[in-house]
């Protein structure tokens, strides 16, 4: 048998304010948990590269990218990085660029079929009248 929860319905300074109400679940709370395994790693293999040892003052070194605390604008090494090597920074202004660009390409396409559509159903109109003008005749 399940134990009767209670609790205000609302908070206030005023205590007179605040009733005591029966608590019920809400209905998903029994559901199954619904969890993506593809990135899970188990506990074994995630402790695997843990030692119980100081780092050497040279692969402290090489863990940071400004070990003097100075940058120097170069390039991160491609064994540091996992998939990307560029600059953020680069990478967005290229994506801004590319968009605009492509943003306008497709506008001023937009605009030229609309036109060839306009100027298509206009020599249609146009055959149209000059064959009932030719049957008439």
């Known amino acids: 048998m399940r134990e ?8 206030s300074v005023f205590p007179s304010a605040m009733k005591l109400e ?3 679940e809400p209905e998903q709370a029994n559901m199954p948990y619904v969890v993506d395994t593809s990135s899970f ?3 074994s293999e995630a402790v695997k590269k843990v030692t119980g040892r100081m ?3 040279e692969q402290i ?3 940071y990218d400004f070990p003097n605390g100075q940058g120097s604008a ?3 090494p491609v064994d540091r990085t996992h998939r990307f090597t560029g600059d953020i920074a680069e990478v967005s202004v ?3 660029e590319a968009s605009e660009m492509y943003a306008d390409n497709v506008a001023e396409a937009a605009e030229a079929y609309k036109a060839e559509k306009a100027q298509a159903d206009i ?3 146009m055959a149209a009248y000059e064959n009932a003008a030719k049957s008439e005749s």
């Open 22 to 24: 029966q608590y019920k």
């Open 41 to 43: 790693i188990p506990m």
């Open 61 to 63: 070194a090489h863990t």
């Open 55 to 57: 780092p050497s003052s």
């Open 74 to 76: 170069d390039r991160i």
């Open 4 to 11: 009767i929860i209670f609790r205000f319905n609302t908070i």
């Open 123 to 125: 020599d249609a109109q």
């Open 94 to 96: 290229a994506l801004r």
